[in-house]
């Protein structure tokens, strides 16, 4: 007998609907989802309207599905993800935050990586990379989500942070973790991003080197601010400073191939 489950609104959806799934499973890993929803409102971004508030799945239900793929599929690695997981926790009662999660699966028996989806990078300091460093199945790779390396770029974006502080971030974890990856996500072509603007941009992504990055040419969205914004950037603009974005990271990729 199949079991139905009704989902209500998503904007007054308190819970995370528990499917009893992963999100998917490969031959040698499975991608578990432990929370959905955001909360963060970033003015590009639809997912807040579309996929509510934050709700994290319970622990217990995590564990056991990471438990029982271990008997059953013999997996062992797990990417730990979800619409905005640095949030997981954040609904629930008591203090139960990722950082304490990953705690628990990495003394799981049969697990030997665990993986982290995108991350925000606001959730990155001290004590949470000191608790971190410490669990030996956390893989060295983090795709911080930048989406702009300029800091009025950041603020029409909505991102709550700037570029001084997310480069903390980045040479936290390096001064942590000696061979660590980094990736992360970039639009170009955000409404009223001036050519000085990307440049920034661009001269601090050079600074930082990432190994990767994601690069998307701004797509309006009905429903966002940034949809209401003047400025809008044409498009054969947006393709030059994609092209020249991603050759940077193609650069970046192959330097540091050479170096492994």
Do not use: W
């Amino acid at each position: 007998k199949e079991k139905i489950i009704h989902l209500d609104d998503v904007m007054y959806q308190k819970d995370f609907v528990d499917f009893g799934i992963t999100t998917h499973m490969e031959k040698t890993r499975a991608v578990i989802k432990v929370q959905d929803g955001c909360d963060r409102f970033c003015s590009y971004c639809i997912i807040p309207y579309a996929r509510g508030r934050v709700r994290s799945r319970d622990k217990e239900s995590v564990l056991n599905e990471i438990k029982s793929i271990v008997e059953e599929k013999q997996i062992k690695e797990v990417v730990i993800t979800g619409i905005h997981v640095a949030s997981y926790g954040k609904d629930f009662k008591d203090e139960y935050r990722l950082i304490d999660l990953l705690e628990e699966i990495n003394n799981i028996d049969g697990i030997e990586r665990i993986r982290l989806g995108s991350l925000e990078p606001t959730i990155i300091n001290k004590d949470f990379l000191d608790r971190l460093s410490k669990l030996k199945k956390i893989c060295h790779h983090f795709h911080l989500s930048l989406q702009s390396g300029n800091n009025e770029t950041l603020k029409r974006m909505n991102r709550r942070y700037t570029t001084e502080e997310f480069e903390n971030v980045t040479n936290l974890l390096k001064k942590t973790y000696e061979d660590v990856i980094l990736t992360t996500d970039i639009i170009v072509g955000f409404p009223a991003e001036t050519e000085e603007e990307f440049d920034n941009t661009y001269e601090f992504l050079k600074k930082v080197s990432f190994y990767k990055m994601h690069i998307f040419k701004y797509s309006r969205r009905k429903g966002t601010k940034a949809d209401l914004m003047t400025g809008q950037v044409a498009p054969d603009k947006q393709e030059q400073r994609s092209k020249k974005l991603i050759e940077l990271s193609n650069k970046n990729q192959e330097k540091q191939n050479k170096e492994y």
